[in-house]
């Protein structure tokens, strides 16, 4: 083992003395050229430039998104009122399903709106803090509006709301796929 360390070393052009090695463990001299070889390691990386990203991933992946936020929460609404009429039209208890479906998916549409307000208005300065701040005030809008509707709607239909509700949460996925 330290005779093929020792030709590992004279190979890489380092001391082939023991304390050099990495087999003597008494003291941090290990540590020493681990780290040596992680620092030539993170050196040797080059970023992709853009036509070898485009020959990777193709042209098509690299252009920007024609999605946008105003965009993905305008799609909810639009999803909540179809999904809204069509429980209001094809339930048995016609108004109450309507509005409970049409409660669900404002549950989902509302904070939305709110995040994509936020980006739009700090659009100058984007930061990762402001995502997750902007993220985390969303979800707990989503379930203040959650104990709003149950508190506040004494007709509420369970299942139309949580339907529409993922439907319009899944607004998103769609987004995504159209890009």
């Not at 040797?44 to 998104?65: F, K, T, Y």
Request: charged fraction near 25%; glycine fraction near 8%.
């Amino acid at each position: 083992m330290v005779v093929r360390d020792r030709q590992q070393d004279r190979s890489l052009g380092r001391d082939a003395s023991p304390k050099h090695s990495g087999t003597d463990r008494r003291g941090d001299d290990w540590k020493d050229d681990w780290d040596d070889n992680t620092r030539d390691e993170e050196e040797a990386v080059d970023p992709l430039s853009r036509a070898e990203a485009a020959r990777l991933l193709g042209e098509r992946a690299l252009r920007p998104s024609r999605m946008t936020p105003a965009r993905v929460v305008v799609a909810q609404v639009i999803v909540t009122l179809l999904s809204a009429m069509a429980w209001a039209v094809f339930a048995n208890a016609q108004a109450a399903s309507g509005w409970s479906a049409f409660f669900g998916g404002a549950v989902c549409f509302v904070p939305s709106g709110f995040f994509a307000l936020r980006l739009w208005m700090s659009r100058g300065q984007p930061t990762v803090g402001g995502l997750v701040a902007g993220e985390a005030i969303k979800v707990f809008g989503t379930v203040a509006l959650f104990v709003l509707v149950v508190v506040l709607y004494r007709e509420l239909r369970w299942v139309p709301m949580l339907v529409t509700f993922l439907l319009a949460l899944k607004t998103y996925w769609v987004a995504l796929a159209i890009r």
